[in-house]
């Protein structure tokens, strides 16, 4: 896997446009408005965008949920607007929505995460093994029989997790996850999709609210307008605190703390987007002060 | 108080019962709504009723989940008690007025009530012990036949397994909506008949809007999952019968020959 990581493309979204009113009414908004992005295999990748930038818009484009009005999106080198690549396209790009109680299928938690598999038609003995691999790689194989809705909402989340992982995909594209989740939910499914992206090599797009789970990634896309705004590292993408909230986004506390002591006039780094490395930072400050 | 709804729910475990065949289930509570319609007599009766009790003994499945089932039933119970037992013509035991209560009435009623009862219990030990799944696997194989003639089976059975699916998930939602309403001065217990049907507009339309909007994120998380109808499926759990599976049937059928023997037994 990581020997051809940094060679191949996984997923290519060249100068795609979208609106959801096509063609030929004037004037309807463009949600994506030329927009350009390269996902790498194996990346692990933070979508950030406030509501109605097109960041869930962007994810559906990428498993032909959606087909762009303009420009093209290819998986894998298949074109996500060719009905024939449907299904080969569908079982490399998961994807995993907010709500866990609507992607559920199944009334048992071990025949939900097999629905996909049942769909393209695996063996029933290869569909065993591949269920209970799935459901012991996100930690939810004690409750395989367990009917979902008596699960809490973390629980629920990481079956439906079970049930992309499964199909064996590349990528999965997770829109929102956490969001309808409590702190101990958030940081199950958290713990959960680094350990796919780092044990696996699956290559995992997080769309998220959440400021901390981003800083996590390895690369932040800022999405405005229906277009790319910033691209590139955490560190980087953060230590701009002034553009991210002219377009209506936070930053991680600890980067937060960081630009206001700036703006009081001390020197500081806004580079800093984890607790471990502010504190060490505000460590090293109040010592040289004495 | 929604909660309380018991019928149609799955209790997981590991009984003889939950490891039957589902198609063969669904075969033995058919003889067993023979084995109740077929009495004639009070003790034509015996034989359905013990195969219920030996039922939910073979199911551990707790008796007072049992009663608790029953409950919804009872106002259904006492009307067509009352029909029978003062409609019916016969040897009459007690009159008052243009109120007569006959020996037939009597008897009928009685069989009525007991019939009811074993009816509901009985089959639903078919959907206690049967995972939905498992039972929609099972009716689309039996009705696979009809995809011959062209009956959409997979499509019916799909629908139905969804519908089993979102039951408490909707039952929840209800709750929610209906303390929702009541925080804000609806008032659900009070007034007749007419003014309650009206209260529960507020609650029915929520309902449905969220109802909608949830059939719209499952389909697409179903097409997500390359979901494109029954052609090409395959399945987890195969459906497979057993020996076991036709020695109950024939268990059942006994105590069905037995209702028959004793109807005519009793007559003559």
């Excluded at chain 1, 290519?12 to 408005?33: A, Q, R, W």
């Excluded at chain 1, 229906?226 to 560190?235: A, C, R």
């Excluded at chain 2, 243009?98 to 009816?119: E, P, Q, S």
């Excluded at chain 2, 089959?123 to 011959?148: G, N, R």
């Amino acid at each position: 896997m990581s020997a051809n990581k940094e060679i191949k493309e996984n997923i290519n979204i060249k100068n795609v446009s979208f609106s959801y009113n096509s063609d030929e009414e004037k004037g309807t908004p463009l949600i994506l408005n030329h927009c350009n992005l390269e996902i790498k295999k194996g990346e692990f990748i933070a979508v950030l965008g406030h509501n109605g930038s097109g960041k869930s818009t962007l994810a559906k484009l990428m498993n032909s949920i959606l087909i762009p009005t303009d420009g093209i999106v290819l998986v894998d080198g298949f074109d996500t607007s060719d009905e024939e690549n449907l299904f080969d396209i569908r079982r490399r790009v998961g994807m995993v929505f907010q709500n866990p109680d609507n992607q559920i299928v199944a009334t048992i938690v071990e025949e939900d995460v097999a629905f996909g598999l049942e769909n393209l038609g695996t063996e029933p003995a290869e569909m065993r093994q591949r269920v209970d691999e799935a459901l012991k790689a996100v930690g939810m194989y004690d409750y395989r029989n367990h009917a979902p809705h008596k699960l809490s909402g973390g629980q629920k989340q990481r079956v439906a997790i079970a049930g992309i992982i499964a199909m064996k995909p590349e990528c999965i594209v997770l829109d929102e996850p956490t969001a309808m989740l409590d702190p101990k939910g958030r940081e199950e499914v958290m713990r959960t999709i680094k350990m796919l992206n780092r044990d696996y090599g699956i290559t995992v797009i997080l769309i998220t609210h959440y400021m901390e789970e981003a800083a996590q990634c390895e690369r932040i896309v800022v999405i405005d307008g229906g277009k790319v705004l910033m691209d590139g590292t955490p560190e980087n993408v953060f230590s701009e605190v002034e553009l991210l909230k002219s377009i209506g986004l936070d930053v991680p506390q600890v980067t937060e703390l960081m630009y206001l002591l700036g703006k009081h006039g001390y020197t500081c780094d806004t580079h800093i987007i984890t607790e471990n490395d502010c504190t060490d930072f505000l460590a090293k400050f109040l010592s040289e002060k004495k | 108080m929604l909660k309380d709804i018991t019928i149609g729910q799955f209790f997981p475990g590991n009984s003889l019962l939950h490891k039957l065949d589902p198609r063969f289930k669904i075969i033995i509570t058919g003889i067993f709504i023979a084995m109740l319609f077929a009495a004639q007599t009070f003790t034509a009766l015996i034989p359905g009723v013990v195969f219920m009790i030996i039922g939910y003994a073979a199911s551990k499945i707790p008796f007072s989940l049992m009663i608790k089932s029953l409950k919804p039933i009872i106002p259904i119970i006492i009307f067509t008690s009352i029909l029978n037992l003062f409609f019916l013509d016969g040897i009459v035991i007690f009159k008052l007025w243009i109120i007569k209560i006959t020996y037939d009435g009597v008897t009928y009623t009685g069989m009525m009530i007991i019939r009811i009862i074993a009816l509901i219990a009985g089959s639903s030990l078919l959907t206690y012990t049967t995972s939905p799944i498992a039972l929609t696997d099972a009716i689309e194989s039996l009705l696979s036949p009809l995809k011959k003639i062209k009956f959409p089976v997979h499509e019916l059975a799909m629908m139905m397994s969804i519908a089993l699916r979102f039951i408490p998930t909707l039952i929840e939602e209800t709750d929610k909506i209906m303390s929702a309403q009541k925080a804000r001065g609806a008032d659900m217990e009070s007034g007749g008949l007419i003014h309650r049907a009206k209260a529960l507009t507020p609650i029915l339309v929520p309902l449905f809007v969220s109802a909608f909007s949830r059939a719209m994120e499952l389909a697409t998380a179903m097409e997500c999952r390359c979901y494109r109808g029954g052609e090409g499926r395959t399945r987890l759990k195969q459906l497979s019968s057993s020996a076991r599976d036709y020695l109950t049937t024939s268990f059942s059928l006994i105590f069905l020959n037995m209702v028959f023997l004793l109807n005519v037994y009793m007559a003559g």
